[in-house]
């Protein structure tokens, strides 16, 4: 589509669909100026000038190989993509020398969306952009009949008001862009830093790089200026940040140290550092700190004060093994032992290592925690978090073994859509506050959105408690922050017995249903406990309690949208590790997510949903005997 045709198009279509005004040039483009702007709204169009092109030479040198000439002066070039092409590699030349290499999926036969490269940093000098493609061309006159030559456009603004149906209203997501693991998280006065991969050229994995968030709330968040970009070592892989409050690396007292991989042709581990909060980084001239011979990644550190230390995990991938390292100034590090080897659940890659200690829910007895994200080979396909729980003693750690002498395999999470998860280091009170990339690798890159891809879990709270079969087991429950955006409930505190015939209850009508749902069950002597919620184009998701097996599931396989995969539709289950026949259920219902809390986190399960209509009934039902509900709550989320 023509520039000035489909700008048109972009403004009629924002004023019918969502009532926003569209970003001019002289307006606050809340890219442009670099404030936090919340990411419940980000968006990913560009709209650009009717002149657009203006400013922009063309030179196609062969058949996949073209120069993009910047003569003009603005602030972003906007580079047409199409998902389903290939990528095109793309080499920014400043005055004659390479600054940079980006990935973009050009646009061939149409524009799916804009993405921009900021210009900003390159002003008064010369930018030449030499572009390789790897389409099949018999020759240049084929190449010059690709769209995107004839739609790239300088622009001083870039559009990021929402036109997705599935972005989530109340978890992180990016402003634009393909999103994976969390990592660097830290709190630092008042404010939860969160970092994530990212890839700013596009809605697919590629040009791995640290974008920013940062909340005071844990639910609103702020989008801040890229951290961490790609340089000469590779890509930015995932790692961790902390607070060096004894200046041990010599950056300053309270600097924020990060550390992460670079992913070029091998993976070795790199240091950056902050002095003004995590947003912006300096990169230390010694890297890499730590290279191995075989693929190791995902640095994970924090302050043994103890042993007045620096302790690393890092996930030896290939090997399904973590590694432990330890350090005085995290500069040199020493390697003091492995853990994993033959143990838990090897169908894939360890990865996004985390290691920390809590208290067993009440005693005064501690134990280790180490996560130990995998994929695949997850217990419903794909990507999963496991865990153990043992002992640390500042270089090796033990976990723990069950009656029959085992170390068991166990899970976080028991859906299909938690991975990736770390915890904030220096969080306040002594929390150990987790998140989750929201998704699965079977099938993240197919998701139907486009703007943006991937949302975080809700953060969590992570405790440990003793189940009736004697095995400490690691909770998470929804943090204390999430109460806080609950509204006036339109059902509150019912409780009623219920049998074959289903109860029914209307979802809020308000933001698209979006809502926590919290009840009781006692189930007495029914052999299951059904809760249905549905909408009006017959779509549901099915949650079964059943009781003789102490099992949760949960079915999306009617959901919604479920055919972009066939590794999506799905039924997955947990234990609800109680003897009794009693659960409590918090339910969190957003536009593309269902995640639940069982007895305080003791189990947990995250689903992504597409539902063509938002949910509007929750119906309940048992079948045998009756059972008995308590404390129903249905509570609309308050959004900003």
């Not at 609950?486 to 209307?506: D, L, Q």
């Amino acid at each position: 589509m023509h520039v000035f045709l489909y700008r048109f198009f972009l403004l009629i279509s924002s004023f019918a669909t969502q009532n926003n005004e569209t970003i001019k040039p002289n307006n606050m483009n809340l890219i442009q100026m670099g404030l936090g702007a919340s990411l419940m709204l980000g968006a990913m169009i560009a709209a650009p000038d009717a002149a657009a092109s203006k400013g922009v030479e063309v030179e196609h040198l062969g058949s996949n190989n073209t120069l993009i000439r910047i003569t003009g002066d603005s602030k972003y070039i906007l580079l047409p993509v199409q998902e389903s092409n290939d990528d095109a590699g793309i080499s920014i030349l400043v005055d004659g020398k390479l600054d940079r290499n980006i990935n973009v999926r050009l646009a061939k036969s149409k524009v799916d969306y804009y993405v921009p490269f900021d210009l900003s940093g390159y002003k008064g000098h010369t930018v030449v952009m030499n572009v390789v493609t790897t389409q099949n061309r018999s020759n240049v006159r084929e190449a010059k009949e690709d769209v995107c030559w004839s739609d790239l456009c300088l622009s001083d603004t870039f559009d990021t008001s929402n036109r997705e149906k599935y972005r989530p209203a109340f978890h992180h997501t990016t402003l634009f862009g393909w999103m994976n693991d969390p990592n660097g998280m830290f709190y630092k006065d008042g404010v939860w830093h969160l970092y994530y991969q990212w890839n700013p050229y596009g809605s697919k994995w590629q040009n791995m790089t640290w974008g920013h968030s940062s909340s005071k709330d844990l639910v609103t968040w702020e989008h801040e200026p890229t951290a961490i970009e790609p340089n000469g070592l590779g890509a930015v892989f995932s790692g961790s940040a902390a607070i060096d409050t004894e200046n041990t690396a010599g950056f300053g007292k309270d600097a924020v140290i990060a550390l992460y991989t670079s992913a070029g042709v091998s993976q070795t581990q790199s240091l950056a550092h902050s002095s003004d909060n995590g947003i912006t980084f300096d990169i230390y001239p010694g890297n890499p700190v730590i290279t191995l011979d075989s693929e190791a990644r995902d640095p994970n550190m924090f302050w043994d004060a103890q042993n007045r230390q620096w302790v690393l995990t890092l996930a030896h991938a290939l090997d399904r093994e973590m590694l432990f390292f330890t350090s005085p100034d995290l500069k040199e590090w020493t390697l003091q032992g492995a853990f994993g080897k033959g143990i838990g659940a090897q169908g894939g890659v360890w990865e996004c290592p985390d290691l920390f200690k809590l208290k067993v829910d009440g005693t005064e007895k501690e134990k280790w925690v180490l996560l130990c994200n995998i994929n695949p080979g997850g217990p419903f396909g794909g990507s999963a978090t496991q865990y153990f729980v043992g002992d640390f003693d500042g270089k090796t750690f033990k976990a723990d073994t069950d009656a029959s002498g085992n170390i068991p395999t166990k899970w976080m999470d028991f859906g299909k859509d938690n991975y990736a998860t770390v915890s904030w280091s220096d969080a306040p009170d002594h929390r150990r506050t987790l998140i989750g990339w929201m998704s699965n690798w079977q099938y993240a890159a197919e998701v139907p959105t486009v703007q943006y891809r991937s949302a975080n879990t809700l953060p969590r709270e992570a405790g440990l408690f003793r189940a009736p079969d004697g095995q400490i087991y690691m909770s998470s429950a929804p943090s204390p922050e999430l109460t806080a955006i609950r509204h006036k409930a339109v059902v509150s505190g019912k409780s009623f017995s219920v049998g074959n015939s289903a109860r029914k209850f209307m979802l809020p009508a308000t933001n698209d249903g979006i809502c926590e749902i919290a009840l009781d069950i006692e189930a007495k002597k029914s052999e299951s406990v059904n809760l249905l919620i549905s909408n009006k184009s017959g779509e549901s998701v099915t949650m079964k309690y059943d009781v003789g097996a102490h099992t949760l599931s949960f079915d999306r396989r009617e959901s919604g949208i479920v055919d972009f995969s066939q590794d999506f539709p799905a039924v997955t289950v947990s234990p609800t590790f109680e003897d009794d026949n009693k659960i409590s259920l918090r339910i969190f219902v957003d536009k593309s997510s269902i995640e639940v809390f069982g007895n305080d986190g003791n189990f947990v399960m995250t689903n992504l949903v597409f539902p063509t209509t938002p949910y509007t009934t929750l119906a309940v039902s048992a079948k045998g005997r009756s059972a008995r509900i308590t404390n129903l709550s249905i509570f609309p989320i308050k959004v900003k």
